[in-house]
């Protein structure tokens, strides 16, 4: 969940200043009239003193008025969740259905990685002992954006057990309690990485005893946590300060030098010895969301069972207990690939940022607590593996001899087990034009009721040294329905023949469908055949000028070239010959000088760089009658959206784009309706009411399910519980890959391989969308780790075919009607001002919706800004307040004013089109009960101050009556003392 940062609340004194300085000048003013007012008679005198009093009260409730619906309107709608249906929790109906969508994802997303002798399901044993500080404070959840509500119970790890009918060692639980509870403090700024566990010397002789006699079977849980934040998992654990790693012993280090926090540490390691020295039937759960270097498990043979399951949210350990029972059998498939020895991974020495040193005076301080700071420092990372990412570099480097495979991988991207057996049969493939069809058979050879996965890869023609291409690459995936014993399935799979082109960026710059023969097969996983067939292409497509891919609207072409820079990208050329110089740690301190000028902060940006002079200021404020609601379902070329565009003001259009933090701000003048966003990934949370929904295991549980119905259907009941909220923007689904194991915010991106995400993404968002939600797909793009102002290098292939491939088929399969920029810098540039959401996301891809930055903070965090955003296709700011670096800086500028209609644009089309607009926008418009509430102060305020007035006056003026009286009669006026007064 969002934290409100230090540099939020600088932003919102700096909105309200100017009030409060025109209140101290009314009551300066006010002080300055009263003490002058002794110059003047009694009646004048006492006039002016009551209203020098009056005046700042009156100026006092004016002001905090203009506050409240001014500046601090969006934060109050917020606040006070004043949607206009009147619904700001989600019924115990939905929340029912919630729970069990959430369960469905936990049993068909909890992976079986061993099962020896079939120790699972557990039919005759009842009783476990639950070893590891884990199995009493398991993962539920990520952190940040993608953290669960605590406003819903959490069924623990042991619940789910207990649940299930099994019952667990209480002498083993308390032994883990005394060593406390799991630290929740790992917020985006304080993340630490302690493990905590008891030292092997505490199991004691006893302990052991005891535990041998309460049961012969024993459950190990090791668990990692990732989060939101600007560190990804530590390399080297050892390097770690004392206040981000505790030891467990003062006797020796947990870790040593060179060690990641996906290895186990020594008091881990010890602790598996000792179980498995005393208990024949082991089964291992890895409670986390990242692969892990899980080799022990190959050398324990006691460890008979290994499930993965990563954070299940608040209800998914409930599936655990009936996938340990066999009540459900498990049918998750890995998506990631786990290594023995990721140090070896092409992407290990070049995982983490580093810096420019050239760049140190472009250092960003960022305020994110009352005195404390953050900095980000200007810094890169190499994408050096190119278009091999995962499974696509070993599947590709075994077959080159580069690799021995099964030293190498330990479980192959796409695995999973079953309690029961399938076979799979592929029918011959026939060509349908634009497509190839052909039907898989699937059977159920076992005993148990179970579902199954279709994995269909294709294996492109190479030419050594050409277009560079893996031997597999997923293009296909289904999942079966629950099949009985011997009953079969026949699924008919689709490939669209673009689908099997390669992006030439370096030759034709397109897309291009070279000729020879494509192997399509489906396998078991990334590296086990089942069946396959051959489909041959007699000559080269290129998908170039005049020929299109299909599914684009455009033709697709280089558009980020100058992002390659300078780095050596891993080739497939002579067996991976480069291998060593491709991924040796960077070189590179300084920013080659020929990007330096093109590099830069909002503190040296010129914000006229996209003023363009031929620009022609537009109509503004003029008076069409056209109400938004009429354009609902129109296409975005209706000759209508010029006219209702016109009617706005720049003031309008500046508020809607700059003021869009969790919302999208009202606009009188097009009776458009105010619309409330909210995070997560996991659960739908309100950060402003913090209330929120039922937490779902996180997405990697839900891309471990291959299944593109779940997908559907967590997308749908996401997109009703945020309905019931009043809520119709999602800052959800992450689109981002898994392109190492360390990332921190992996456990809200789906997977290493862009097909898997797509499906699933693209399915989460269509289910979302049909319950009138927009989703943003986020975060757009490259950042696949927390890269806050990191230059990412990439080249275009790499960056098509494997971190833009989500993004795209959310767009284009998803109907996706928003998206949530990145916070990282691709090549010299934040990713937003690098303008391909105008050039691929809109022009080639077709979308039509919003493009939103991530939180914006006062200062759009040192390197964002309107006018970077605005003329490069990103339409609005997330920021509650309207001042600083989100608003334009010359709202005078044709240019700027043109790019506010632009994005106005795109942010009503998405608007008018989603659930707000269901009624015509009637319920969304009542207005928020605080506004009306301040409306009735003010007008209590002014009935007083007009009565006080009225009081003045008559008091005024029977004092003047009574003083004319004395002058006339007497000649002068005396008060009391005898005192003469003029």
């Known amino acids: 969940m969002l934290q409100i940062a230090w540099s939020d609340v600088v932003g919102v004194i700096d909105a309200i200043k100017w009030y409060l300085v025109v209140f101290a000048l009314i009551v300066i003013a006010a002080i300055i009239v009263a003490a002058l007012a002794h110059l003047w008679s009694v009646p004048v005198r006492k006039l002016v003193r009551s209203n020098a009093i009056a005046v700042p009260l009156v100026a006092l409730v004016a002001v905090i008025s203009m506050i409240l619906t001014g500046p601090m309107s969006t934060l109050l709608n917020l606040s006070m969740n004043s949607d206009a249906a009147g619904k700001a929790t989600i019924s115990d109906a939905t929340t029912a259905k919630a729970g069990k969508v959430a369960k469905s994802i936990a049993g068909e997303g909890f992976v079986l990685l061993k099962n020896d002798d079939g120790l699972l399901p557990l039919t005759d044993t009842k009783k476990l002992n639950l070893f590891g500080w884990a199995s009493e404070n398991p993962v539920y959840g990520g952190t940040g954006s993608g953290a669960i509500n605590a406003s819903y119970d959490i069924q623990s790890l042991k619940d789910g057990l207990h649940k299930a009918g099994f019952q667990t060692n209480d002498d083993l639980s308390a032994l883990y309690s005394k060593l406390g509870k799991r630290d929740s403090s790992n917020s985006t700024f304080n993340k630490g990485w302690s493990l905590p566990e008891v030292t092997a010397d505490r199991y004691t002789d006893d302990v052991m005893a005891k535990a041998k006699a309460f049961s012969d079977t024993a459950v190990i849980t090791l668990a990692r946590v990732g989060g939101e934040g600007y560190n990804d998992m530590p390399q080297d654990m050892s390097q770690l300060p004392a206040d981000k790693y505790r030891n467990n012993s003062d006797k020796y280090a947990d870790f040593q030098p060179g060690e990641s926090y996906l290895q186990v540490s020594r008091t881990e390691r010890d602790m598996i010895d000792l179980v498995c020295k005393n208990f024949d ?109 995962g499974y696509k570099y070993y599947e590709t480097a075994a077959s080159e001899g580069a690799i021995d495979y099964d030293s190498t991988v330990q479980f192959p991207f796409g695995y999973g087990l079953s309690y029961t057996s399938f076979s799979q049969k592929m029918s011959d493939i026939k060509d349908e034009g634009d497509s190839l069809g052909f039907a898989v058979t699937v059977t159920n050879t076992g005993s148990a009721s179970g579902k199954d996965t279709v994995e269909v ?82 000559k080269d497509v290129v998908y170039g000028k005049g020929n299109p891919r299909p599914s684009d609207k455009t033709v697709a072409t280089n558009h980020i070239d100058e992002v390659a820079g300078d780095v050596n990208y891993l080739s497939r050329k002579d067996h991976f010959a480069n291998y060593e110089q491709a991924t040796t740690a960077p070189a590179l301190k300084e920013l080659p000088k020929k990007y330096v000028d093109q590099y830069h902060t909002n ?40 006219k209702l565009l016109d009617q706005m003001s720049v003031k309008d259009m500046s508020d809607l784009t700059s003021m869009a933090g969790f919302q999208t701000a009202a606009v009188d003048s097009i009776g458009k309706v105010a619309t409330t966003d909210a995070d997560g990934p996991a659960a739908i949370n309100n950060n402003f009411t913090k209330k929120g929904s039922l937490g779902f295991p996180v997405a990697v549980v839900l891309a471990n399910t291959w299944s593109a119905d779940l997908a559907r259907q967590y997308g749908e009941i996401m997109g009703k519980m945020a309905r019931e909220m009043g809520i119709v923007g999602w800052y959800a689904p992450a689109m981002n890959t898994h392109r190492t194991s360390i990332g921190g ?56 075919e494997i971190y833009l491939r989500p993004f795209e088929m959310s767009v284009k399969q998803g109907k996706a009607d928003a998206t949530m920029v990145g916070w990282d810098y691709v090549g010299t540039k934040w990713s937003g001002e690098q303008g391909w959401i105008n050039t691929i996301m809109r022009n080639e891809w077709g979308f039509k919706g919003m493009a939103l930055t991530d939180s914006f903070g006062a200062d759009g965090r040192g390197f964002m800004n309107a006018d970077n955003a605005l003329p490069n296709g990103v339409d609005a700011m997330l920021s509650t307040y309207g001042n600083g670096p989100n608003v334009v800086d010359n709202p005078k500028s044709p240019s700027s004013v043109k790019y506010l209609r632009q994005a106005s644009k795109h942010i009503l089309y998405t608007v008018v089109n989603s659930g707000a607009y269901d009624d015509g926008g009637a319920k969304a418009n009542a207005m928020p009960a605080w506004k009306k509430m301040v409306i009735g102060v003010d007008v209590l305020t002014a009935i007083l101050a007009i009565a006080a007035e009225v009081l003045f006056i008559r008091r005024y003026l029977r004092r003047r009556s009574q003083a004319d009286a004395v002058v006339t009669g007497r000649g002068d006026l005396t008060d009391q003392n005898g005192q003469q007064e003029s």
Request: no cysteine; hydrophobic share 35%; charged share 25%.
């Open 281 to 389: 039937k082991v089964i291992f759960l890895y409670n986390g969301s990242n692969p892990m270097q899980l080799g022990f498990l190959r050398d324990h043979p006691q460890i008979r069972a290994a499930l993965w399951v990563p954070a299940p949210g608040n209800v998914g350990f409930d599936s655990l207990g009936e996938i340990l029972s066999g009540r459900i059998n498990p049918s998750g498939r890995t998506t990631d690939t786990f290594l023995y020895d990721m140090r070896k991974a092409p992407w290990w020495n070049n995982a983490a940022a580093t810096d420019y040193e050239n760049l140190k005076s472009k250092a960003v301080s960022l305020p994110v607590a009352k005195g404390v700071t953050f900095k980000l420092k200007p810094s890169y990372i190499n994408y050096v593996e190119g278009i091999y990412v």
């Open 457 to 538: 890869y294709s294996n492109p023609p190479y030419t050594n040294g050409g277009l560079e291409k893996a031997t597999a690459n997923l293009i296909a995936l289904k999942k079966t329905r629950l099949l009985d014993p011997k009953q079969s399935q026949t699924i008919k799979v689709s490939i669209p023949k673009e689908r099997l082109a390669s992006y030439d960026y370096l030759g034709h710059k397109a897309y291009v469908l070279e000729r020879g023969a494509y192997e399509i097969s489906i396998k078991s996983d990334s590296h086990h055949a089942i069946d396959h067939k051959e489909y041959t292409v007699d």
């Open 603 to 642: 503190a040296d940006f010129d914000r006229a760089t996209y003023t363009r002079k031929q620009d022609a200021m537009p109509t503004t404020g003029a008076k069409n009658h056209l109400k938004l609601a009429q354009l609902r379902g129109a296409s975005a070329d209706d000759p209508r959206w010029d």
């Open 745 to 800: 915010r992996n456990f809200e991106y789906f997977s290493e391989d862009g097909e898997l995400a797509g499906v699933i993404g693209a399915n989460a968002v269509a289910g979302a969308k049909s319950k009138g939600v927009y989703a943003y797909i986020k975060h757009f793009a490259l950042y696949d780790s927390n890269a806050m102002m990191v230059s990412i290098w990439s080249n275009e292939q790499a960056a098509r």
